[in-house]
Each structure stands twice: as C-alpha cells, then as structure tokens.
C-alpha cells in the first residue's frame, strides 16, 4: 500500500510539465503550413476542420520566463508595452472575442511567424520556432490563459484580473 | 595569459598581494612559535610527571604564581596588539584599493554584467568615439582607467586578479572604481558571483598593451565593419541579416544594430568566443552557432536553425571581421 502510494506521487511528478527547462529544444512543430491557425470559425460552405497544432510549452513556467525575456529583447514591447498595448493592440484580452486573430496558441504562433496588416511585422525565420512557442505561452499567460500553478503569482507588470475574464460565449475564435 | 592574484600587475592587485603575503608570512611565524613552545612544554611536562607526583609542582608557591601570570598577561597582550595592527593594516590597504574617484584624465570603461557575458562601452564626450565591444577590454598600460560597472540580471562580480579586487555590480545600482596596469600582457578576468547556470564560463579578457598600440586597436575598432570582398563572405552577410542572429547581434555597417548579444562588428579580432569559453577559430565558431546549448547549456544565445550550407558561407564572413 504504501508503495503504491509513493508510486503515486512519483507518478506526478512526471506528469508535472511546469518544471520542465529544455534548454535544447527539439525542432517545434511548424505551424504556419496551411494555416493551420484558422484564424476564424467562420468559413464559406461550413466549418473547416480545425487543426491540432498543440503549443509544446503549454503551463511550463520556464517558457513563460523566457518567453517574457523575448518579449522585451525582441521589442514587442515597442509596440504592445508590457500587454497593456500602444503602437500596437493591448494584448491582455478581457474576452476571448477580443483576440482579432484567434487566441489560441495555434492561432498567436500564426499571427507572430506571419504578421499581420497595418503594422505587425512577420517574425518568421526571425525568431527561431521554439521561441516563438515561448512568446506565445508568455502573450497566453498575459490574459491568464495559462495553467495558474504555471504563472507567477505576482506579475513583473501588468496582469489580467481573473474575475474579469469572461467565457468565450459565442465561440467567436475557438 | 595569466589569471592569478600573485602575478600582480597593477597598483591595485599589487597592494592585496603585498598585503596576503605579508599575512602570509607573520601568521606563519607566530604558528611555528606557538608550535614549537607547545612541542618544549609537552616534553618538559613529561619529565616533570617521571621525577614527583603532579600535586608536588603545584604547591601554591607564591613565586610561580605570579611569574606564570605574567607570561600569561604579556601573551595576550601581544596577540591583541598583533591583531588590532592587522586589522588596521587590512582596512587601510582595503581603503586604497576600492577608492573611487579615478585620477584626472583615465580612459572611461563601463561593463555591464549580463547573463553570461560582459559588455563593454568606451566612454566619450564626443559620441563618434563611443565604442561597444563584448568580452575583451583593451587598456592602455600606464593609464588609469576609471570602471563603471552595472548589471542588466542578476548581481555579477568584476575581477581581473592580476589588475584588481573583485567588484560586485548590482542591478540597478553603478560601481565605480579604478585600475592600472603597469606591464603590458593578458590578464583573464572572471565573474566572480554566482550568476546561473553558465556563471562559470562568464569569463573576459584585459589585453594591456602600451599607449600607441591601444590607440591603434581603438581606431580600428571604431570604424564599421570591413565590406565583404568575395562571393562567399557576401553570401554570409547575407546570410546573416535574413536569420535570426541578426535580431540579437548589431554589426555596425550593416542593418543589423540589436544590442541584446555581443556587437560583432569586429568579431574577427578578438582572441574567444562565447564570453572566454573557446578560443575564436572557424570550427568552434560554426559548433557554437549549430549548437549552442551543448557548449554552455542554458545560455541565452538562441539554437538558430542555420542550414548545413549556409554554415560555411557564414562563419567566413564572421571570421572576416577583424
């Protein structure tokens, strides 16, 4: 019994991705062939079937500090501040409506390695995937998208009440 | 090629070795008197015992009562004056060589810690004799040079033990201090605080070298970045600006002007690569930039997907910027 029971937290432990440092990364999964953000739900002629592009760093506390790191080195900052927008678009979203292009990792990978119009630049073959993949868990934790034991309980900057983060009602971008 | 505090070459390291060695010396001496003294007593103690009862020679004579407090008394005494002269000679030899205020015309430096590298700003009034660098500080012998230093992390610590004493900088908070070289060499430096994972390999060279040659390299080093000559350095600038070094790395000349790494520009010159960790040549060169994390795991160079053929192509043309 009382091995099965230390079993059992071991057993945790691996499970526990918040702990997990890759400081070699392996080659992430490409996500901008076929966009494969899909960026709206809205097609012509029905749904279209949505992609399964899953963010390898997702509720890993290591990638949100290196992603908020990149942020800053790479000036995303320049033009969103830290999440609360300027030049650019706030990117700490009350509503998951709020997201222009999808909120979804999938979907912010996509907008970071693409671009989009009237001023986001296309970071693709610029910012090395597994950084992007960084960046987009740090952008997620920003609205509090990430797995709370995963974020800092007490943020650097600006952060995302989580009383004020409404369901995605209408399913807008998901 | 010397990193040691008993090869001292300036004014500053000279002063803690004179002062180490005369520590050194003195508590080595009184060491061997108080062991010999103990050796003599033990031997005495022991023919005492085999001529009369151990009582006997304790009888409360009045004379050596009062000889042994004596000796007692004048011991310590001497210890507590010994010791009260040390920690003057310690604090006032400490004093000089963290002064701060540099003499009248030194050559302004600042360093900034970072993790896991040292970036390296040549102070001006005129802004085009500003001059940044990474990893390798020259200085000319003789002169003062008056060292700022900053952290941009984590608290890092400045030391050239051939020139200095270490110096912690903080984040948030300048350190200011002086040094002099007074023989021309190469002096390694180190960081000296725990810093992360790579604080180890977070080390820098002083290349001191007389007035003349230092204006030399310091010209040199001001102009921008030599223009590819052939097809295949031309490929490699190429190369370089489209890939992702370029959003980290500045070469000045170029487009690429990111102060987030080390500046480039003449990267071709300087003696290591990755902050002190392997000497500059083509091969540990092109096994850094493939693979960085096996070199110095967790460093904050990025594992950029650089394809086989455009390895060469861009090794080339780093190597050609001296």
């Known amino acids: ?174 | 090629m010397t990193q040691s505090v008993w090869h001292a070459s300036g004014y500053n390291a000279a002063q803690i070795r004179e002062l180490a060695i005369f520590f050194g010396l003195l508590l080595t001496a009184i060491f061997l008197i108080v062991e010999v003294v103990a050796l003599l007593v033990l031997r005495r103690r022991h023919r005492g015992i085999q001529q009369e009862p151990l009582e006997a020679s304790h009888q409360p004579g009045s004379g050596t009562e009062s000889k042994l407090r004596t000796v007692v008394g004048i011991s310590t005494a001497v210890t507590v004056l010994i010791l009260f002269g040390l920690t003057i000679l310690s604090v006032s030899v400490g004093k000089a060589v963290t002064a701060s205020v540099a003499p009248a015309g030194s050559l302004k430096v600042e360093v900034t810690g970072k993790q896991w590298w040292w970036a390296v700003r040549y102070a001006s009034d005129d802004a085009s004799r500003v001059l940044l660098t990474a990893n390798e500080i020259h200085i000319p012998v003789g002169r003062p040079i008056a060292m700022k230093g900053e952290a941009e992390d984590v608290i890092h610590s400045f030391w050239v033990p051939s020139l200095q004493g270490k110096r912690d900088l903080i984040p948030g908070r300048t350190t200011q201090e002086w040094l002099q070289a007074s023989q021309p060499g190469e002096y390694r430096g180190q960081c000296a605080e725990f810093c992360g994972l790579q604080h180890a390999h977070m080390a820098f060279w002083v290349i001191a070298e007389p007035a003349d040659q230092f204006q030399a390299w310091f010209d040199h080093q001001l102009q921008p970045a030599v223009e590819p000559t052939d097809e295949e350095t031309q490929r490699g600038r190429a190369i370089f600006l489209r890939s992702a070094c370029s959003l980290c790395h500045a070469i000045r000349g170029t487009d690429a002007a990111a102060q987030v790494g080390p500046d480039l520009t003449h990267f071709g010159s300087r003696r290591t690569i990755a902050a002190g960790t392997l000497p500059n040549n083509k091969g540990n060169l092109a096994g850094w930039i493939a693979d960085p994390q096996t070199i110095k795991p967790g460093t904050h160079m990025a594992t950029v997907a650089i394809q086989s053929a455009e390895m060469q192509p861009l090794i080339d043309y780093l190597e050609s910027l001296k």
Not at chain 1, 54 to 81: D, K, M, T
Not at chain 1, 137 to 159: F, I, M
């Open chain 1, 1 to 174: 019994m009382r091995y099965i029971a230390v079993g059992c937290c071991l057993l945790t432990l691996i499970a526990c991705k918040r702990e997990v440092r890759e400081v070699r990364p392996s080659p992430a999964v490409s996500g901008i062939l076929g966009d494969a953000g899909a960026e709206s739900a809205l097609r012509p002629a029905g749904e279209m079937a949505h992609q399964n592009i899953v963010n390898p760093y997702e509720g890993n506390a290591y990638a949100i500090s290196e992603g908020q790191r990149l942020f800053n080195w790479y000036n995303c900052s320049g033009c969103h501040a830290n999440g609360g927008g300027g030049i650019g678009p706030p990117l700490i979203k009350k509503d998951q409506r709020d997201w222009i292009y999808g909120g979804e990792p999938s979907n912010i990978f996509d907008t970071i390695m693409k671009g989009r119009p009237n001023g986001m630049p296309t970071w693709g073959a610029k910012i090395p995937e597994y950084q992007v993949w960084q960046i987009v868990t740090y952008v997620r934790s920003l609205s509090r998208l990430e797995p709370k034991s995963a974020t800092p309980a007490r943020s650097d900057t600006l952060e995302q009440k989580t009383s004020t983060i409404r369901p995605d009602e209408k399913g807008a971008a998901h």
